[in-house]
């Protein structure tokens, strides 16, 4: 499992090399590149959401440097599913290539039209579903009905003469599911027959012992907290995850509330959803926002966003007193019907802690049987693997930890170990005469989306924004004369991030006064060279006499 | 459960006052004032660590203002356990009182002195252990022993005239604790038969339901663990977790390996656990780790500090390859045998990921049964309340979600509901007649220490870096002519943190020099204004091109 930091030799004939721009490494912004007799297939396009290391940043994109020169090389892009991390970064993608085929299922391709619409798109949408076949340039598509925590996912098979690939996208094995629709283990059966020759799973809950439980145990949990509310009831979830909604509106129904959804988002994909048929609405059960706050409280019940804690959600203002509507009050009923996504904890029950304080009764995945996830832990995915007996393996979708539980997976069901292939972002994968491994690597990075600009944000502005936010800096502004050096402005001093007393730097300024008499006694006159030297006097004092390491900026003005 | 904003009243003769400093509405820096007669005592001073909100400082101190002009009134500090969020501020208040009575068990007030030796500083002590009273002014203390996840923890029984007042502490109810010391609860149940007028309970567990797993079931899963390792083996745990480095020294002399420290506050602890008798350690089992490296791989058991992922910590080191003496390779096992505190999520599995990429078997919570809670969770507390049966319940050491879970638990018991009062820091309760109620609010802060200063961080300066952490900073420097106002050099403008393009900023400069200009024309001379005017042009000139938010730093400097 050595990882080859050389580029890859040129794919023999006959191979298969299939590359991940995004999404093996990490959770999030899924994108494989598959390419055969020099033509390339894109399975996903996703984002990934940033860290606390990745301050200031909106979204994180595929690198698509490796394709960038080759986009008229590509025959199709396949979409699995609609959560963000699989279509998010698509209208990246189709500003560089617009005419693009995009290949899914109806309720993927129907959310990606919205999200491509905000951006003024037109994608060219080619809509299957589950056991139809289709080609593009020399790959020949197969899709399968796969369960997820959105409807209509899909698995997807690409036969090239290179050999047989399934690649699950996000999976998992519900036995009862919501719609009936389950994971079509027989066709991975079948295909095992036939022979899979490489076989790409997704890691994510690897290390999960065991089996989910069926999202359909959920409803009898929200409908026992729900039964004994008297007064306003919210419940917060994906606002993809039909299926959880589903139920919420079950139980509505059934205690004679009517439905408001709150969260741009929500509204939007429960629109598409229930006019596709996905989420049956029984007639004049949606009420507006406006309709819903003049009817009683037992009377409503709020569908919304902001599970995850995010500040400027519905759900985050009502936590702090500050929805422009709803005013949480003691006695009322929240629920967030959602998972914790690692690293949002805090965030999350911030508003957990506010909505708390402000009296509601608040229930959560903490307390409550009230989410179940959405992928595969361990005991499903040994159910895939023996259904599918591949010769070959690559683990996608997880982080390290996820990567190599995965990999343990495959071997205990009797893949060879060197056949399992841990390939994260842009290691090379090459397929050739039935064996998979790894043949070099392409340079991926992280693209930073910020604002209204892509890629223009990287390591060293975030560098900067980390020591910035963690020690504000110190500014140090001074004009000398360009011939003397000599200082003609008593220098000024100021932080900012740096304390909240105003005398903090007072002892700084003759300091400062000290060293630029010294630079113009040595005849400095080189703004460059006096700024490094306030520079240097500046950060040994700061660090002396408060252990702290703030940003120093000294601007020196020649006049 | 109003909470009044008003300052209290004198506190009537006969009554008890309690104030919270710290440790109520946050899980972290405990801290209780009791008030009778003119005199206080002190329960706990420990600190609280910060939150992403709170980027660069260390330690967030108990607000000592409601007490810092009566510190002559202090009869005691009484520390219920060794743990930072009990006593790591107990050197600050030591500054301001050096002759307080610090009244603890052995081991916590070994921890408290080690800790005040760094601090340069020698406490008055006062050891006590459970079945012992103690007179401090008119407070009359019993002390009870208490099972924690360290040892030697006691609860406290506080009489006045006023009535009879119990606190937990951090507590929980292990029936099989490793050292066979049992939290006391016939003793409360006797204290109950006496009648508990006012009763403090550990919420912090309180929204889980059900009972904690003896610690010693740990014991077997490490060492099935440890068992099947042939290489290093790294177990990562809370360098005051006595009971669970004892589990783990008793795996290693099973399976012959010597046992080496790794990490400052590991090796101090554990040296003041095994010269006190708290750890069982047989002759020899010890080795430096300049000597464990030198051993061979299967022969030696690291225990290492870092289990929160820590950056500077050993083990992330490791996880980085970093570390001056212990590389992983491929087979090393690293077990992180302990909890992952809400907020380090992203920081334990950076360090998860780092070791798993690096070919280790990492076991951790997630997978395996490494870890039980120090905290009782619901089916506890209900114990707790069924033997103490007290007329007033305070919640403590909680945020909003746990005081009200703890609450409704008091109530669920038989306490009035208008009896248990969730008092957040700052409120001030009073027992009078046998009835406690809120009676006024003093201010209670957040007293960060950033470095060598306490204090002088404050809410602005933690929002100014959030704003630079988020979106970095544009700097405009210019020097104008102090009577005309015009510009005598060009504008510069530069950011840091704000992009990697060198060119981002340069149609800036232009906007900038077409507002001096008007400026210039307006005839404004003063810099303050003219500075205004250029924040607001590269304000809004940012905004609408970059959609971003940068602090802008307008430098204007008269000669």
């Known amino acids: 499992m050595t990882v080859s930091t050389q580029l890859p030799p040129p794919l023999p004939e006959g191979g298969l090399r299939v590359v991940a721009l995004g999404g093996i490494g990490e959770v999030g912004r899924n994108m494989t590149v598959f390419e055969h007799a020099g033509r390339l297939l894109i399975v996903d396009c996703g984002v990934l959401f940033p860290e606390d290391d990745q301050p200031g940043v909106d979204l994180i994109l595929p690198d698509f440097r490796a394709i960038e020169d080759r986009l008229d090389e590509i025959d199709a892009l396949v979409l699995t599913h609609g959560h963000e991390d699989h279509i998010g970064a698509v209208p990246f993608l189709l500003k560089l290539r617009p005419d693009l085929p995009v290949v899914g299922s109806r309720f993927t391709l129907a959310l990606l039209a919205a999200k491509c619409k905000e951006h003024r798109q037109t994608p060219h949408l080619h809509e299957v579903r589950e056991g139809e076949h289709r080609s593009y340039g020399p790959f020949e598509l197969e899709f399968f009905a796969v369960n997820h925590s959105i409807p209509d996912a899909l698995a997807v098979a690409i036969r090239t003469p290179a050999g047989l690939v399934l690649h699950t996208g996000d999976i998992k094995l519900d036995q009862l599911p919501l719609d009936g629709r389950l994971t079509d283990l027989a066709g991975f059966s079948r295909l095992g027959d036939e022979g899979v020759d490489l076989f790409l799973v997704d890691s994510t809950n690897a290390e999960v012992p065991g089996f989910v439980v069926p999202e359909r145990e959920i409803g009898p949990v929200l409908e026992n907290v729900i039964r004994k509310a008297n007064q306003r009831v919210i419940v917060a979830c994906f606002a993809s995850h039909v299926h959880r909604v589903q139920q919420v509106l079950d139980v509505a129904v059934q205690y004679k509330r009517r439905v408001a959804f709150v969260g741009r988002s929500m509204v939007r994909n429960m629109g598409i959803a229930s006019d596709l048929g996905f989420l049956n609405v029984p007639e004049g059960l949606f009420v507006d926002l406006d309709e819903a706050m003049r009817m009683d409280e037992d009377e409503v019940l709020f569908v919304s966003t902001g599970s995850q804690g995010e500040p400027l959600s519905a759900l985050s203002r009502m936590a702090r007193g500050e929805h422009r509507q709803i005013s949480i009050r003691e006695g009322d009923t929240v629920i967030l019907a959602s998972s914790l996504i690692p690293g949002n904890e805090n965030a999350v029950f911030n508003v957990v802690n506010g909505l708390a304080k402000l ?201």
């Open 359 to 559: 009296g509601a009764r608040v229930v959560h995945q903490g307390n409550a049987k009230v989410h179940v996830s959405g992928h595969s832990p361990a005991g499903e995915l040994l159910f895939l693997y023996n259904a599918v007996r591949p010769s070959n393996v690559m683990p996608v979708h997880g982080e390290w930890r996820h990567l190599r539980a995965n990999s343990a997976l495959a071997v205990a069901t009797g893949v060879a170990e060197d056949r399992v292939v841990i390939a994260e972002d842009g290691v090379v994968v090459d397929l050739i005469d039935g064996k998979a491994a790894i043949s070099g690597r392409v340079v991926v990075g992280h693209v930073y989306v910020d604002g209204l600009s892509v890629g223009d944000v990287g390591e060293s502005t975030l560098s900067d924004r980390l020591v910035l936010g963690e020690g504000g800096f110190i500014a140090i502004n001074v004009a000398i004369d360009s011939s003397s050096g000599r200082a003609v402005t008593r220098p000024t001093v100021s932080g900012r991030g740096f304390s909240d007393d105003p005398k903090a730097l007072d002892d700084c300024v003759s300091l400062v006064e000290m060293e630029l008499s010294r630079t113009e006694a040595e005849g400095i006159t080189d703004t460059h060279r006096v700024a490094q030297a306030v520079r240097r006097v500046v950060g040994r004092w700061v660090a002396e006499k408060y252990r702290r390491r703030p940003m120093i900026v000294p601007t020196v003005i020649p006049v």
